[in-house]
C-alpha cells in the first residue's frame, strides 16, 4: 500500500472528479433540481460518510450538504459552520443568521426548486439516511417548500452504485489483492490435514487481512463437504467447527476493504487422499457446472434489465443447460452488499420485490454470487452444492469478471 498522506490525497481527487461528473448526471437522470443530504456527527447517513475528504473521519456537528441543478447550472455547498475541505463550500454565516434550518430554508427558497430530494426509503437501506428528527426539523423548517419534498433514493443509490471509468482498475487490483490471500489460506501455508480446523482458517484470514494493513467487512466462512452421506441442504445454520481431512472439499467465502472498495469472492480446494492425484470427476463436473451457470448469468446483463428479470432469464438458461442452480447475486462497490440490484436471494429465487425492481445501470459492480447442486458418482451419488463467487464490472454492454475466476478446483 502507498503511504497514508499519498493514499488521502488520490482519495480526494477521485472525490473531486465524482462530486463533478456523476452528482449532475444523476440529478438530470431523475428529473430532480435540489437534493439534501445532512447527518450529525457520529450518526450520519451512509451516503453523507462516502463525501467527505480524507482527513474528515466523520461529520462536524451538523453537516447538510445541498446541491441545485436545473439542467444547465449545477452548484453544490455545506449549510454548515464549516466548509467542507474544498469539496462543499460552506454557505452558513452563524454570526449573520445563527439559526442553521433557516439559513437551509433561504438557501433552498433563493432556487425556488421544483422537486426537493432526501434520503428515504423504504426499500434500500443505504437510502434511508435521514434520521426521524433531521427530517422533522428539515420539513418544519421548510414550511410550505416541504410539499416538494421526495425521495432521492435514485440519487442515494446512483451515486454509491456508480464508478467512473478510471475506478475499474483500482476495482481489479482489490480483486487480485484478495485473490492472493484467499488462495494462500487454501494451501500448505495456512492447512495442515488433520489438524486445521475450519475456524482456524477463519482466523487465519483474519490476522493475515490484519496484518497486510486491510480491513475484512465480514467475518470470512470455512466449510466442508466430505464423503459422508450428508449434503449441503441450507444455508441458514453453518457446521459446528470441523478439522480438515484428506478427502475434503473445502469452501471459502472471504472479502476485504482495498482504497475503499469491497470485495467478495468463494472458491474451493479439494485435499487430496493417499492415492489420489486428482479430485473426483464428480467434483471436476461440478465446477465446470458452476462455471457454465456464471456464464449464463452474466450473459442475462443488459442496461435497464431489472434484478428480478435478469435472475429468471438466468435460472431459464440453467434450466435448459441441465443444471440445477440457486443464484444470489448482489451488487459491489463501496459497501460489500452494496447500492444496486438484487438479483435473487438464496431463499428467493421467485424474485425480490423491491430492491429485486430496480435496474441496471453502465458502471457498477457486481458479486457473480451463484451455487450448483450435483451428484458426485464417487462418493456413491451423494450431492455436492458448488457455491462460487467472484467479482465483476459490467460496462453497460458486457459484464466480465475483474481478476479472472476459479475454472479448476486447487488442490493440496
Same mark, same amino acid.
Given at each position: 500500500m502507498p503511504d497514508l498522506r499519498t493514499e488521502a490525497a488520490a482519495h480526494d481527487d477521485l472525490l473531486h472528479r465524482r462530486l463533478d461528473n456523476l452528482v449532475p448526471m444523476l440529478m438530470r437522470r431523475a428529473g430532480i433540481d435540489c437534493w439534501i443530504v445532512t447527518g450529525r456527527e457520529y450518526a450520519e447517513d451512509p451516503v453523507l460518510k462516502t463525501m467527505l475528504p480524507a482527513s474528515w473521519m466523520s461529520g462536524r456537528r451538523r453537516t447538510t450538504l445541498v446541491w441545485f441543478d436545473d439542467g444547465t447550472r449545477h452548484e453544490r455547498m455545506a449549510v454548515a459552520r464549516y466548509a467542507v475541505a474544498d469539496l462543499f463550500p460552506a454557505a452558513w454565516d452563524p454570526e449573520s443568521q445563527p439559526d442553521q434550518w433557516g439559513r437551509l430554508a433561504e438557501v433552498v427558497a433563493?432556487?425556488?426548486?421544483?422537486?426537493?430530494?432526501?434520503?428515504?426509503?423504504?426499500? $434500500?437501506?443505504?437510502?434511508?439516511?435521514?434520521?426521524?428528527?433531521?427530517?422533522?426539523?428539515? +420539513?418544519?423548517?421548510?414550511?410550505?417548500?416541504?410539499?416538494?419534498?421526495? !425521495?432521492?433514493?435514485?440519487?442515494?443509490?446512483?451515486?454509491?452504485?456508480?464508478r467512473l471509468p478510471e475506478e475499474r482498475a483500482t476495482f481489479a487490483e482489490?480483486?487480485?489483492?484478495?485473490?492472493?490471500?484467499?488462495?494462500? &489460506?487454501?494451501?500448505?501455508?495456512?492447512?495442515?490435514? &488433520?489438524? %486445521?480446523? %475450519?475456524?482456524?482458517?477463519?482466523?487465519?484470514?483474519?490476522? %493475515?487481512?490484519?496484518?497486510?494493513?486491510?480491513?475484512?467487512? $465480514?467475518?470470512?466462512?470455512?466449510?466442508?463437504?466430505?464423503?459422508?452421506?450428508?449434503?449441503?441442504?441450507?444455508?441458514?445454520?453453518?457446521?459446528?467447527?470441523?478439522?480438515?481431512?484428506?478427502?475434503?472439499?473445502?469452501? +471459502?467465502? $472471504?472479502?476485504? +476493504?482495498?482504497?475503499?472498495?469491497?470485495?467478495?469472492?468463494?472458491?474451493?480446494?479439494? +485435499?487430496?487422499?493417499?492415492?489420489?492425484?486428482?479430485?473426483?470427476? !464428480?467434483?471436476?463436473?461440478?465446477?465446470?457446472?458452476?462455471?457454465?451457470?456464471?456464464?449464463?448469468?452474466?450473459? #442475462? $446483463?443488459?442496461?435497464?434489465?431489472?434484478?428480478?428479470?435478469?435472475?429468471?432469464?438466468?435460472?431459464?438458461?440453467?434450466?435448459?443447460?441441465?443444471?440445477?442452480?440457486?443464484?444470489?447475486?448482489?451488487?459491489?462497490?463501496?459497501? &460489500?452488499? #452494496? #447500492?444496486?440490484?438484487?438479483?435473487?436471494?438464496?431463499?428467493?429465487?421467485?424474485?425480490?420485490?423491491?430492491?429485486?425492481?430496480y435496474p441496471l445501470y453502465p458502471n457498477t459492480g457486481h458479486s457473480i454470487e451463484l451455487s450448483v447442486e450435483v451428484p458426485v458418482p464417487e462418493w456413491d451419488g451423494q450431492s455436492v452444492r458448488i457455491m462460487l463467487e467472484q467479482d465483476a464490472w459490467f460496462d453497460g454492454d458486457t459484464c466480465e469478471f475483474l481478476d479472472g475466476r476459479q475454472e479448476e478446483l486447487w488442490v493440496m
Amino acid at each position: 500500500m502507498p503511504d497514508l498522506r499519498t493514499e488521502a490525497a488520490a482519495h480526494d481527487d477521485l472525490l473531486h472528479r465524482r462530486l463533478d461528473n456523476l452528482v449532475p448526471m444523476l440529478m438530470r437522470r431523475a428529473g430532480i433540481d435540489c437534493w439534501i443530504v445532512t447527518g450529525r456527527e457520529y450518526a450520519e447517513d451512509p451516503v453523507l460518510k462516502t463525501m467527505l475528504p480524507a482527513s474528515w473521519m466523520s461529520g462536524r456537528r451538523r453537516t447538510t450538504l445541498v446541491w441545485f441543478d436545473d439542467g444547465t447550472r449545477h452548484e453544490r455547498m455545506a449549510v454548515a459552520r464549516y466548509a467542507v475541505a474544498d469539496l462543499f463550500p460552506a454557505a452558513w454565516d452563524p454570526e449573520s443568521q445563527p439559526d442553521q434550518w433557516g439559513r437551509l430554508a433561504e438557501v433552498v427558497a433563493e432556487r425556488d426548486p421544483k422537486a426537493i430530494a432526501i434520503n428515504s426509503s423504504r426499500t $434500500f437501506a443505504l437510502a434511508d439516511g435521514i434520521t426521524a428528527s433531521e427530517n422533522a426539523a428539515l +420539513v418544519a423548517a421548510l414550511g410550505g417548500l416541504a410539499d416538494r419534498i421526495v !425521495g432521492g433514493e435514485a440519487l442515494a443509490i446512483g451515486w454509491l452504485e456508480t464508478r467512473l471509468p478510471e475506478e475499474r482498475a483500482t476495482f481489479a487490483e482489490a480483486c487480485a489483492v484478495a485473490h492472493g490471500i484467499l488462495r494462500r &489460506g487454501l494451501s500448505s501455508e495456512a492447512i495442515t490435514p &488433520g489438524r %486445521t480446523t %475450519t475456524e482456524g482458517l477463519v482466523w487465519w484470514y483474519r490476522q %493475515t487481512v490484519h496484518d497486510a494493513g486491510l480491513a475484512s467487512w $465480514f467475518q470470512p466462512s470455512v466449510s466442508v463437504q466430505r464423503n459422508s452421506g450428508e449434503a449441503r441442504t441450507s444455508f441458514v445454520s453453518r457446521p459446528a467447527e470441523q478439522t480438515i481431512h484428506p478427502g475434503d472439499l473445502v469452501h +471459502v467465502d $472471504f472479502g476485504i +476493504v482495498w482504497k475503499g472498495l469491497c470485495t467478495d469472492q468463494q472458491e474451493h480446494l479439494y +485435499v487430496l487422499p493417499p492415492g489420489e492425484s486428482d479430485p473426483p470427476d !464428480g467434483l471436476v463436473a461440478g465446477m465446470r457446472a458452476g462455471n457454465r451457470m456464471q456464464d449464463l448469468l452474466m450473459a #442475462a $446483463f443488459a442496461t435497464g434489465r431489472t434484478g428480478n428479470q435478469i435472475l429468471a432469464t438466468s435460472l431459464d438458461a440453467g434450466k435448459a443447460n441441465g443444471i440445477e442452480a440457486l443464484v444470489y447475486t448482489h451488487a459491489l462497490g463501496l459497501h &460489500g452488499h #452494496a #447500492a444496486g440490484p438484487t438479483i435473487g436471494l438464496w431463499d428467493q429465487q421467485g424474485g425480490v420485490p423491491g430492491p429485486g425492481d430496480y435496474p441496471l445501470y453502465p458502471n457498477t459492480g457486481h458479486s457473480i454470487e451463484l451455487s450448483v447442486e450435483v451428484p458426485v458418482p464417487e462418493w456413491d451419488g451423494q450431492s455436492v452444492r458448488i457455491m462460487l463467487e467472484q467479482d465483476a464490472w459490467f460496462d453497460g454492454d458486457t459484464c466480465e469478471f475483474l481478476d479472472g475466476r476459479q475454472e479448476e478446483l486447487w488442490v493440496m
